[in-house]
Nanobody, 119 residues
Framework: QVQLVESGGGLVQPGGSLRLSCAASESSFYINAMGWYRQAPGKQRELVARITSGGSTNYVDSVKGRFTISRDNAKNTVYLQMNSLSPADTAVYHC?????????????WGQGTQVTVSS
């Protein structure tokens, strides 16, 4: 198993910034892609950003130019820098890790961290 510990959520005013972190526990699994999903009340979960082990990234259109995903492979940690936040970004953000153990692939989820953008 890979344990994920998220941090960095909270309450911020519109236009503000937050940085989310997600640290994966050490394990025998190889960490492939890491990402962040979010789910707002009454809405479907959506992929916000994803980064591969090689550093390739993709973002949902609504956050392009405002959010930046990065990772520290030595620490098995993924970050999401969120700038110019708006109320539409309010959601529970979950870290997602795609891992493998040999030929077997796994997916692990964090417990989620609340991000609330409000004045």
């Amino acid at each position: 198993q890979v344990q994920l510990v998220e941090s960095g959520g909270g309450l911020v005013q519109p236009g503000g910034s937050l940085r989310l972190s997600c640290a994966a526990s050490e394990s025998s699994f190889y960490i492939n892609a890491m990402g962040w999903y979010r789910q707002a009340p009454g809405k479907q979960r959506e992929l916000v950003a994803r980064i591969t082990s090689g550093g390739s990234t993709n973002y949902v259109d609504s956050v392009k130019g405002r959010f930046t995903i990065s990772r520290d492979n030595a620490k098995n940690t993924v970050y999401l820098q969120m700038n110019s936040l708006s109320p539409a970004d309010t959601a529970v953000y979950h870290c997602d890790v795609e891992a493998s153990d040999g030929d077997v692939r796994y997916e692990f989820w964090g417990q989620g961290t609340q991000v609330t953008v409000s004045s």
